[in-house]
């Protein structure tokens, strides 16, 4: 992001950042006084940035929306079953933002992490987001349930990525003195690969 504007902003032609970002040979790049961008949008001020980013808004609402739900309990299995085939339709470009609805800080309803979780299982994205982002949601999660739902996809994926995520955590949770510097992150990092139950933990 930065460094590729910085690049092009010193040498407009410089082919290796145009290729990087997706601009053509022959596109202008224009800078305005404050040159980061929001990931995925285009560089540049103007109609055309804003329309992007308003679309990209959008379609994040309307993701979420349908992960919200998914993690209803209130919603019968028919619109559930339609808000999955809305997502298949599209799967990895929800599953980008089914992932970023995974940080609580972002998505602030259980519901909606809980859905996106089951969206998740059924789309299968190959995407290498998806397992330092299901480590980190089962270590990081502040809802027990969540937790628990996560750590039972790792299980259902035998995600080993996930797997050494989250014994990532647990190590990072400990001073080089041995010490627990953070006690939540030990405790829900245990109670996951308690959970998961695999003879390779020991």
Do not use: C
Not at 86 to 105: C, I, M, N, P, T
Not at 146 to 153: K, S
Not at 165 to 176: D, T, Y
């Amino acid at each position: 992001g930065a460094e590729l504007q910085a690049t092009l902003k010193a040498d407009p032609k410089h082919a290796g950042a145009r290729q990087a970002l997706g601009l053509p040979e022959d596109a202008v790049v224009e800078f305005t006084a404050k040159p980061e961008v929001p990931e995925g949008l285009v560089i540049g001020a103007g109609p055309a940035s804003e329309k992007v980013r308003a679309e990209q808004v959008a379609y994040e609402k309307k993701v979420l929306e349908l992960a919200h739900k998914l993690g209803r309990t209130d919603v019968d299995e028919s619109q559930k079953q339609e808000a999955l085939a809305a997502l298949q339709r599209e799967k990895d470009k929800a599953a980008d933002v089914l992932l970023g609805a995974l940080d609580f800080r972002r998505a602030k309803d259980a519901e909606v992490r809980a859905g996106a979780l089951q969206a998740l299982n059924v789309l299968k994205p190959e995407n290498p987001r998806v397992s330092p982002t299901l480590a980190w949601s089962a270590v990081m999660d502040p809802s027990k349930e969540v937790r628990g739902t996560t750590t039972a996809l790792i299980k259902a994926r035998k995600d080993d990525a996930a797997i050494g995520g989250i014994i990532r955590h647990l190590i990072g949770a400990f001073n080089e003195d041995g010490q627990a510097i953070n006690a939540s992150v030990r405790d829900n990092a245990v109670a996951s690969l308690l959970a998961l139950d695999d003879p390779r933990i020991a």
